[in-house]
């Protein structure tokens, strides 16, 4: 890992994005593509923490593309959106 002041404030910014996405959706987990010059790796966020890909050679190895592709066609709860979290009926909403 770079530690450098630059690096330090990206890496900052990058762990901001993921926290306020899911602090303001309903999400169980999250992904994001992180981009430096012309190497680009997969972060999966979620409560715990996050785990990284190894740098992805995209010129060399489709694993980008194809994860997008899967990402692309996944549904919401794959894209990890929370499906016990929905509008209430009219009866809970009429309770509240």
């Known amino acids: ?3 450098t ?3 330090c404030d990206v890496l900052g910014q990058t762990i901001s994005y993921a926290t306020l996405l899911l602090g303001s959706q309903y999400r169980t987990y999250a992904f994001s593509v992180l981009i430096v010059k012309d190497h680009p790796w997969l972060i999966h966020w979620d ?5 990284v890909t ?3 050679k995209y010129n060399e190895d489709s694993s980008l593309f194809d994860f ?3 990402y692309n ?3 919401r709860v794959m894209r990890g959106h929370n499906p016990t979290v929905d509008s209430p009926t009219e ?3 009429r309770d509240a």
């Open 1 to 3: 890992m770079n530690t």
């Open 5 to 7: 002041s630059t690096a």
């Open 47 to 51: 409560r715990s923490g996050a785990i």
């Open 54 to 56: 190894e740098p992805i």
């Open 68 to 70: 997008l592709v899967c």
């Open 73 to 75: 066609n996944a549904d």
């Open 91 to 93: 009866d809970k909403e």
